[in-house]
């Protein structure tokens, strides 16, 4: 966002009010005219917005030349595995073999990656001082995507249950439905974003509203709920951390298969193997 020096100056009162002003004085007050510029650039895209209704998202759906709930890595896309165009969609990507005996550590690297947003929700949980389950609930929160978009915490929860505690596998299932329920208290309010993807008309539907209503009773409802408040803010592209600043959090509580991620015979192994090969035919 552009600052524009003179409207700055104006705001104060002109030059002779700011040469008055300490430079701690300049510093907050300055700080102040960029939050309030940004509240006003967003108060008047969403006067602005027109969102769609849930039949018209539903009108595009054989428009497309795929389909919105697959994961991504069986589609082209970007990371977070979508692609906007209605014909000649491009092919998908040929992806690196993985190691014989693959880690949590290979998949970002060779299947999540970039893994930002993941990144991301893990740094800003990290930066608060949020325990250490959520910290790595935030790393794998939406690593279901890449089988499967629909329903991708219950494919999350799925996929790392054999390897973590209850508790990170309850935040991961669970932060799907929550998303859809502000909490002002836990400073989580409904996203804007999801009017565009969901439809400004969009009611969750009853097993969600359930589970919404299981997980706000439950014991585990803030590890949970850290989650997806770590996760509606992690999208900031002057933040670039790595898997290897939470190797130690890691190492601590996920449970590293000897024979690799895949290949151990858990009730998870045929879904890491599906990301290891998605191109095999059967």
């Not at 935040?171 to 400073?187: I, K, N, S, T």
């Amino acid at each position: 966002m552009t600052i524009n020096r003179e409207d700055v100056v104006r705001s104060l009162g002109g030059e002779a009010a700011v040469a008055q002003m300490t430079h701690e004085q300049r510093a907050d007050a300055l700080e102040d005219f960029q939050m309030a510029q940004l509240d006003a650039e967003m108060a008047a895209r969403r006067k602005s917005a027109k969102f769609p209704s849930v039949a018209e998202l539903e009108d595009k759906i054989d428009k497309r030349t795929w389909r919105m709930g697959s994961g991504k890595l069986f589609r082209p896309g970007n990371e977070m595995g979508r692609f906007e165009g209605s014909s000649g969609s491009p092919n998908v990507k040929r992806l690196t073999p993985m190691p014989e005996k693959p880690s949590l550590y290979d998949y970002f690297a060779l299947r999540f990656a970039p893994g930002t947003h993941l990144l991301q929700s893990a740094a800003l949980a990290k930066a608060r001082g949020e325990p250490e389950e959520v910290i790595l609930g935030c790393l794998l929160h939406d690593i279901g995507g890449s089988l499967m978009k629909t329903d991708h915490g219950y494919w999350g929860a799925a996929l790392i249950e054999p390897y973590v505690s209850e508790r990170v596998a309850f935040a991961v299932r669970y932060h799907q439905a929550l998303r859809f329920f502000p909490d002002a208290e836990a400073g989580y309010a409904y996203p804007v974003s999801y009017y565009n993807t969901f439809g400004v008309d969009y009611v969750p539907p009853p097993y969600i509203q359930e589970a919404y209503q299981y997980a706000r009773k439950h014991k585990w409802y803030g590890l949970a709920r850290a989650v997806t408040t770590n996760d509606l803010y992690a999208f900031n592209p002057n933040i670039d951390p790595q898997i290897d600043e939470f190797r130690e959090i890691i190492d601590r509580h996920f449970k590293h298969p000897a024979e690799g991620l895949g290949y151990d015979n858990s009730p998870a192994a045929h879904m890491w193997r599906s990301m290891a090969n998605p191109d095999a035919p059967l």
